[in-house]
């Protein structure tokens, strides 16, 4: 069970980064702090926030 729970938790934090991907951090830093902080969190906050201006 243990193993199946760090894998949905990497999972996870890949598809935030993949929301990222268009921040201003992008893909490895929304990675990196959805994994630091949880996905959930990180998803939402990227999910509300508006994308970066080009």
Do not use: D, H
């Not at 992008?26 to 990227?46: D, E, I, Q, R, W």
Request: charged letters at 10%; aromatic letters at 12%.
């Amino acid at each position: 069970m243990l193993p199946f729970s760090i894998l949905a938790y990497v999972l996870l934090s890949l598809l935030v980064g993949f929301i990222g991907r268009n921040s201003r951090v992008g893909f490895a830093g929304a990675f990196v702090l959805s994994l630091l902080l949880t996905p959930v969190v990180m998803g939402l906050a990227y999910l509300i926030a508006e994308p970066r201006k080009t």
